[in-house]
């Protein structure tokens, strides 16, 4: 009886906190990988894991969102990793291999340039644009996020935001 | 200056970037809501610090007990109840029985020469005194005065000191060995007189009945006389070395039998031994001793596996690090 009152609490705390940041975690995991489907997939199964592993979030070490940022960065790397290993198991069909998204990637409502922009910065430098400037994190907290120091967080973020421009500016020159 | 501030037409692209920020398709949440729990599955959980010392403080109170309970480590201790043990015992003594031969008999202790086991000389034999005697003293000036009233005993009944060995140590503890020789007909009063002198931590009395020896001894020397009397002049020598030399020998079985010999021992009380510990004392050296055993035994796995720990942290720490720098150049690529 215990147990089952257990899980209905662990369920409800997790529902809550689903509701509340869904559109975070999804939103950059959109960013990081630049493909609307695939940050779908990638947003519901970082939510299976993060139900998962519900008991191990301490909030005493840092806010839900951060937390599962994290585990949505993880669940990203992974499949980067495998799609890494596939390509290199098919060889030059993969290298070859284009991607089939004609609509806005990055959200309705963006200037063509700009969503051309971000689609030409790497996934390292969207995702801290992704954290720092749409969800609005700290550098401290993105920074454990992305496992680097703030310094090297803070860095990386002017460098991207500068691309950013560029490729804005030369966008709209065009 | 923050970063975001480098940028001229910052302000404009973040709020373009939070305007039109992506939002979750109502299938994604369906697909979220519609996420069930796992089934619990049971796993190993680190005790948490507080249990950890409760542990700890039951593990020190056990050892403490189980020390206790088994006395570990007691049974090297001596069971020995003070110094008074050191002289429960006296050597067998030698007496002679009736015909002459030497028996030897157990002493009963430490007591002081009575009535019921006195050694004073059989009327008509001829018996040699052989006494040891331990005593303890009060102090160094105890030990003077003792050994000045043994010498003067020995004087007044008609005896002599053979030696005396007298020794004192930082003038508080020392000790005196006198070799006394008394008629044998004193050696009661002079055993009695030695006695006084201290507490007796040892004694030991022997007599050896050599009346028989003597009477042999006096045989063989009135037959050989009787031998010179007729022998030749070329025997005569011959027989009369031979009596010069048993009645050498007589005379000093005579002589030995005429002069007691007590050896005299005076000491001083050994520096006092430290107080058996108790019961309480012991628990807590014996607990002690056990949690340093068990300290021994982890600094050297320590030092065993430390070096490993450390080899094993290492490549943890490079294997990290490089799979940093992996995913680093992977999203670089993606």
């Not at chain 2, 302000?11 to 697909?31: C, M, T």
């Not at chain 2, 003038?171 to 507490?199: C, F, H, M, S, W």
Request: glycine share 8%.
């Amino acid at each position: 009886m215990s147990r089952l009152r257990r899980i209905d609490a662990v369920q409800t705390e997790f529902a809550e906190a689903a509701e509340r940041h869904l559109d975070d975690v999804h939103a950059f995991l959109v960013y990081l990988t630049g493909d609307r489907a695939m940050a779908e997939d990638l947003t519901a199964e970082t939510f299976a894991r993060a139900l998962e592993r519900w008991r191990r979030f301490d909030p005493r070490r840092g806010s839900a969102r951060a937390w599962l940022c994290q585990l949505a960065r993880s669940t990203a790397l992974d499949h980067f990793r495998a799609e890494d290993r596939r390509r290199r198991r098919e060889g030059r069909f993969a290298a070859t291999e284009q991607r089939e998204d004609a609509g806005p990637v990055f959200g309705e409502g963006l200037s063509p340039e700009l969503e051309q922009a971000l689609a030409r910065l790497s996934a390292a430098e969207r995702e801290v644009v992704a954290l720092r400037v749409v969800l609005e994190l700290d550098g401290e907290v993105a920074a454990r996020v992305l496992g680097i120091s703030a310094t090297a967080c803070s860095t990386r973020l002017s460098r991207a935001l500068q691309k950013l421009e560029k490729e804005v500016s030369a966008g709209v020159a065009a | 200056m923050s970063p975001l501030e480098l940028v001229g037409d910052f302000d404009r692209i973040a709020q373009e970037l939070r305007g039109s920020r992506p939002i979750a398709s109502p299938a994604l949440r369906e697909r979220v809501a519609a996420l069930k729990p796992p089934e619990p599955r049971w796993t190993f959980r680190m005790p948490s610090r507080r249990l950890v010392l409760a542990l700890a403080v039951v593990a020190l109170l056990g050892s403490f007990v189980v020390a206790g309970v088994t006395g570990l480590g007691g049974s090297t201790r001596s069971k020995s109840s003070g110094p008074a043990s050191a002289v429960q015992s006296t050597p067998p003594t030698r007496k002679a029985i009736g015909s002459g031969a030497a028996t030897k008999a157990p002493s009963l202790g430490p007591v002081a020469l009575s009535e019921a086991n006195s050694v004073a000389p059989t009327a008509g034999r001829l018996q040699r005194y052989d006494a040891t005697l331990r005593l303890r003293v009060q102090n160094v000036d105890g030990l003077s005065r003792a050994t000045q009233r043994a010498i003067n005993l020995t004087r007044g009944l008609g005896g002599y000191v053979g030696s005396i060995e007298y020794a004192t140590s930082g003038g508080k503890r020392g000790g005196a060995t006198l070799v006394l020789r008394v008629p044998v007909a004193n050696i009661q009063a002079e055993l009695d007189g030695l006695t006084d002198l201290g507490t007796i931590l040892q004694q030991r009395t022997g007599i050896l009945d050599v009346t028989r020896r003597a009477d042999r001894e006096s045989k063989q020397i009135a037959e050989l006389e009787r031998e010179l009397a007729k022998a030749s002049p070329q025997e005569a020598p011959a027989i009369r070395a031979q009596l010069a030399t048993l009645r050498a020998k007589h005379a000093r079985l005579v002589r030995s039998a005429r002069l007691a010999r007590i050896v005299v021992g005076l000491a001083t009380p050994p520096k006092q031994a430290a107080a058996p510990p108790s019961r309480f004392d012991r628990t807590l050296d014996d607990a002690g001793s056990v949690l340093v055993r068990e300290l021994e035994i982890l600094l050297y796995a320590l030092v065993v596996v430390g070096p490993l720990l450390l080899l094993g942290a290492a490549g943890v720490a490079a294997a990290k690090a490089q799979r940093r720098r992996a995913d680093a150049r992977l999203l670089e690529r993606t």
